[in-house]
């Protein structure tokens, strides 16, 4: 996987980027001025990232992800990730059939949905996994492959399904590991 230099990356004006951040030469990035990346932060192969975005420290974007931030955004904290092909929208239309549909139509003659989406500190995404407007999946929770996560969930629970429903408790015994890692990097 090639990454873009950091001149490249400066030239794309992201509303902040940090150090040591890699993002993949095929991934797809609109709106650069409206994303902010945080240091030690990776964007893998054939993502698409566009919108509002803010993206912590140490998160990972894994191939094929879909992250649409629109106007609301979507907000990583730090440690979190998405595996691969997993898709994030702050924004869905109507399908009930009472109003028109898709983004060629005048938003008057539509009825979308738009929310804000936040990926709490040490939340990882299972493959495949879809994050609806609104969501905020809070510090802690592991989202099994899948999982269409329609509601917000409570920390440090395990979650999957359709919809993703809480199955048991996580361990958070990687706070402590967090705290070793980040003295040992910060050396």
């Not at 509002?52 to 879909?66: D, E, T, Y």
């Not at 919809?163 to 361990?171: G, Q, S």
Request: a positive charge.
């Amino acid at each position: 996987m090639a990454y873009l230099s950091r001149d490249i990356l400066e030239q794309m004006d992201f509303k902040c980027l940090g150090k040591n951040v890699r993002i993949s030469d095929k991934a797809s990035v609109y709106n650069p001025d409206q994303i902010e990346i945080g240091d030690n932060s990776r964007v893998d192969d054939f993502c698409v990232i566009s919108g509002r975005i803010r993206i912590g420290k140490f998160v990972h974007i894994a191939p094929m992800c879909l992250v649409a931030g629109g106007d609301e955004g979507v907000v990583f904290e730090d440690f979190s990730g998405l595996a691969y092909g997993v898709k994030i929208f702050t924004k869905s239309d109507d399908y009930s059939g009472r109003t028109l549909t898709n983004p060629t139509v005048d938003i008057k003659y539509k009825n979308e949905k738009s929310k804000k989406v936040c990926l709490g500190k040490h939340v990882i995404v299972g493959t495949d996994s879809i994050i609806f407007p609104g969501v905020h999946l809070a510090e802690g929770c592991s989202v099994g492959a899948m999982a269409l996560v329609n509601r917000s969930t409570k920390p440090w629970g395990v979650y999957a399904g359709n919809p993703a429903r809480r199955l048991k408790e996580r361990k958070n015994d990687l706070l402590e590991l967090e705290h070793k890692f980040l003295a040992e990097f910060y050396k």
